[in-house]
């Protein structure tokens, strides 16, 4: 029984990192292209709020409960389709820590834009470009773990 809660919950952390991230990369992108700070400011200030409380525990419960079930099942560890797997998840990971950090600039840069009534800076549009390049790489790995995953290859 032990078994079927953590790969359940392995399961739903999974999809709840995925679809954290592809809706607020979503939302975030899109408002972005509105221009208007104000309703950039709302919609980044709950990206970064949706990080840290969706995001950021999955992050650390995908792995612990990975490593509960490999070890449950008797994979091991040099599986080529896991270490394929650890590798792009560590290499996504490593894209969403500046994605993090350039979304709390971006936030503060929108927000002090909307309380001073003026146009984003230059340096957000910089931001939203390296974000967006970032955040699309991390998705892609993150889609060839869930492949992985499922197909277990040999």
Request: glycine fraction near 6%; charged fraction near 10%; aromatic fraction near 18%.
């Amino acid at each position: 029984m032990d078994y079927v809660i953590v790969k359940w919950l392995h399961i739903l952390s999974a999809t709840l990192l995925f679809g954290t991230g592809l809706g607020s990369a979503y939302y975030m992108f899109f408002t972005s292209l509105s221009r208007d700070p104000q309703t950039i400011a709302h919609v980044v200030r709950w990206v970064v709020r949706a990080d840290w409380w969706f995001t950021a525990p999955t992050i650390v419960f995908q792995p612990l409960s990975g490593f509960w079930l490999m070890h449950r099942i008797g994979y091991p560890l040099n599986s080529s389709w896991i270490a394929a797997s650890l590798l792009l998840y560590v290499f996504a990971g490593a894209c969403w820590l500046p994605v993090v950090w350039m979304q709390l600039r971006m936030r503060d840069m929108a927000q002090l834009a909307a309380a001073k009534g003026e146009r984003l800076p230059t340096r957000y549009w910089h931001f939203l470009k390296i974000w967006t390049a970032l955040g699309t790489v991390a998705f892609l790995s993150l889609v060839g773990v869930f492949y992985l995953m499922v197909a277990r290859p040999a």
